[in-house]
């Protein structure tokens, strides 16, 4: 089966998915009756390839990473800009409102879903306009609008009225430490952090199109869904306020853990963590070191760059992603 025809049958799956956990709803007003297929709902990039719209390692031959799905207007004005609103796909609260066009996301929101079985975030890009009553700190019912869909970026290439789109995102924060790990270091002294926490470097997102399939979904299952592709071992005199954010994400007596076996998606995602007592002989001498990676995903974690171009050693994502999930370990 084709990739085209299952992202066709996900979504078509709305009208029968069953109901218990969290209730979602389609973060646009697309009118969902004239969707028949992926295509009246994806918007790809200038490629013109409709897979670029989805999640993965689908820009740029495959070398680039889209953390989330683009989806695109069911109407337009005159002048061919899109007229559909931006709605919150779960109950939640506005934890970030960015109303600048200074970074690739350009005018953005970010929820965060305390309600769910997992607290994931989610978050809506390249807003044309953010409704004046959205408020950080206020509490948001799904269906909620949040703004206009549009086309803001201050990303390379300009985002022309024909692909206007909303990037929808879902996903997990690596660390409430971020601002200190990112004042710290070299590279980011000419680059200030414009967004705190919600700075894309802190945000790693999963596929949000099993979510978007379902009236309702458990949110937890679907993080756990994900197979692991590396694990790595580390050392942390504290315990990472990851690990205390997503308890049901850990296992083990975290008030005796020396340190952690750390199981990661292919695109970064810690999933699980498991509490390692001083001497097990799994902790490293000093720091982390990868443990294990899974050699049918080696290739794939090479391009996302997971691992270094050898395949063996860290690659410059990983050190990065593990460096951030230590910040408040020390």
């Given amino acids: 089966m084709s990739r085209r025809y299952r992202l066709a049958l996900l979504f ?8 218990p956990a969290t209730e ?5 007003t697309l009118d969902l009756t004239a969707v028949r297929s992926a295509q009246d709902y994806l918007q790809p990039t200038v490629s013109g390839r409709l ?5 993965g390692m689908v820009r740029e031959e495959g070398l680039r990473f889209h953390e989330g799905v683009d989806i695109r207007p069911g109407r337009h004005d005159a ?24 970074g690739p996301y350009g005018k953005y929101v970010v929820l965060v879903h305390p309600g769910a079985e997992l607290p994931v975030y989610s978050l809506y890009a390249h807003l044309a306009a953010i409704d004046p009553a959205v408020r950080l700190g206020m509490f948001t019912r ?14 390379a290439s300009p985002i022309t009225p024909d692909r206007a789109h909303l990037h929808f995102e879902v996903g997990l924060i690596l660390s409430t430490g971020f601002n200190q790990w990112y004042a710290a270091q070299p590279d980011n002294r000419k680059s200030p952090n414009l967004h705190g926490l919600f700075n894309g470097q802190n945000l790693i997102g999963m596929d949000p199109l099993p979510l978007l399939g379902q009236r309702s979904v458990d949110v937890l299952a679907l993080v756990r869904r994900q197979p692991t592709a590396l694990t ?19 296992r083990g007596e975290r008030g005796k853990a020396a340190g952690w076996y750390v199981e990661f998606s292919w695109q970064g995602m810690p999933l699980r963590w498991t509490a390692l007592e001083a001497g097990n002989p799994r902790l490293p001498a000093q720091g982390w070191q990868i443990a294990e990676v899974d050699v049918t ?12 171009a050898d395949g063996r050693k860290p690659g410059e994502l990983l050190t990065q992603n593990v460096g951030i999930l230590l910040s408040t370990a020390r």
Avoid: C
């Fill in 12 to 19: 078509l799956g709305l009208t029968t998915a069953p109901l």
């Fill in 24 to 28: 979602v709803v389609w973060p646009t």
């Fill in 51 to 55: 897979e670029s719209a989805t999640f």
């Fill in 79 to 102: 002048a061919g800009e899109a007229l559909d609103l931006v709605r919150a796909a779960m109950d939640g609260q506005v934890a970030y409102v960015n109303p600048h066009v200074n």
């Fill in 142 to 155: 799904r269906g909620l609008t949040l703004g206009r869909m549009g086309r803001t970026s201050a990303g």
């Fill in 232 to 250: 790595v071992v580390l050392r942390a005199p504290k315990v990472p306020d990851f690990v205390t954010r997503y308890p049901v994400l850990a």
């Fill in 297 to 308: 995903q080696r290739p794939l974690l090479i391009r996302r760059k997971l691992l270094a």
